[in-house]
Each structure stands twice: as C-alpha cells, then as structure tokens.
T-cell receptor, first 117, second 115 residues
C-alpha cells in the first residue's frame, strides 16, 4: 500500500507570491491534517479535513487555507508569502477524524520544504 | 488546553547504553499518547502509542515507553542504543475525553548515539 505522498518535495518562492501544496493520503484514509515544522516553533497544527470538510483549524492567519477533494486528496494554499513561511510542511493521513476518543495513528508524508526568498 | 513538554533539546548516549527521551503532558481529561521519530529529510514515522491498559507500551525498533499517570509522563526508552537510532523524536498527546481536538506535539528531542 502506498504511503502518504506530498508534492512537490521542494519549492522556492519569493515574498508576495502564493503557493499550493498537494497531499495524497493512504488509500482508504479519509482524514488529512497539515502541519508546519520550523526549527524554532517545532510542529504546529494548521488544519484537518475529513470528508471534504474542515474539522479543525490551528492558529494561523487567513493566508493559510486548504481544501479536500472527494477522493480525499488535499491541497493547502499560502497566499502573499512572507519570509517566515519558510518551513517544512507535513501532511498526515488517518482512517478517521480526530473526534472524541480518536486513537487513530497519523501517517506522515515526507513533506514539502518551502523556501521563501 | 492540551500540551506536551520535552525538556531536553538534545540527548547524547553511547552505543550499547540504555537511552531515555523524556516527555510530560497536560490534558484536562485522559490522554492518548504517541511517539514519532523523524530521520533527516523524512516525515514523521510512528513508533508507539498508549491508549489504555498496560502502562508499558512496546513499539517498533525495540523502543518502549512507560505511561505514568501520577507524574503525567510518557518517557521513551530503549535498553541498548544503536547509532542508527540517531534522529529527532517527538512526543504527542490527544485528550481522549475532548471532542475534535488535534494531535499536539512537543518540540522534539534530538538523540545522538555515539559509536
């Protein structure tokens, strides 16, 4: 079974541009979560999607958005890029949503490394 | 609100020696606890989880972790470290009794195993 696939692996953008990152979850997984990883802040939760609906959102500005398609693939978009958006963006999939009592394991992709110049 | 603390940024251990990576957590209810490992240029890889029951949890690659409710800790351990264990380790928690809460990660501990 294929794992979580994130594309592209590397991106270089300049300030003010926008970027779209893609995530294909493990087959059969319906929940996709996105995280931002930086050396200073560690892993910070961005948002979670389940069945095309955003179920949870972290504390990030509105420039960060996402969506999920009917085949569970997800995209996240960052508009008006800032230098501080440089990070490794990780996507994780799980069978079910992070609801009450959820003990689902999240499986991570290799990430997209975004550099903003 | 739930939180995780990994008090050590870096842990150094000699190959063959036992290793411990510390984690303490805070949740309002009961926790689900997880350990993940990250190798360079890779995503996070699941190691083990505590749900309920036996406080000693065994996971991948010979790792284990002990849940201690009174100390709100979930330390990761291995009896004999290998150089290949050198990586970044993350502890994570989810409140079992709260609805719709995301997984919260600690800041990570870098483990270096020296030959």
């Amino acid at each position: 079974k294929a794992g979580v696939t994130q594309t592209p692996r590397y991106l270089i953008k300049t300030r003010g541009q926008q970027v779209t990152l893609s995530c294909s979850p493990i087959s059969g997984h319906r929940s996709v979560s996105w995280y931002q990883q930086t050396p200073g802040q560690g892993l910070q939760f961005l948002f979670e999607y389940f069945s095309e609906t955003q179920r949870n959102k972290g504390n990030f500005p509105g420039r960060f958005s996402g969506r999920q398609f009917s085949n569970s693939r997800s995209e996240m978009n960052v508009s008006t890029l800032e230098l501080g958006d440089s990070a490794l963006y990780l996507c994780a999939s799980s069978l079910a949503a992070s609801g009450r009592g959820s003990k689902n394991i999240q499986y991570f992709g290799a990430g997209t490394r975004l550099s903003v110049l | 609100a739930q939180s995780v603390a990994q008090p050590e940024d870096q842990v150094n251990v000699a190959e063959g020696n036992p290793l411990t990576v510390k984690c303490t957590y805070s949740v309002s209810g009961n926790p689900y606890l997880f350990w993940y490992v990250q190798y360079p240029n890779r995503g996070l890889q699941f190691l083990l989880k505590y749900i309920t029951g036996d406080n000693l949890v065994k996971g991948s690659y010979g790792f284990e972790a002990e849940f201690n409710k009174s100390q709100t800790s979930f330390h990761l351990k291995k009896p004999s470290a290998l150089v290949s264990d050198s990586a970044l380790y993350f502890c994570a928690v989810r409140d079992r009794d709260s609805g719709n809460t995301p997984l919260v990660f600690g800041k990570g501990t870098r483990l270096s195993v020296i030959a």
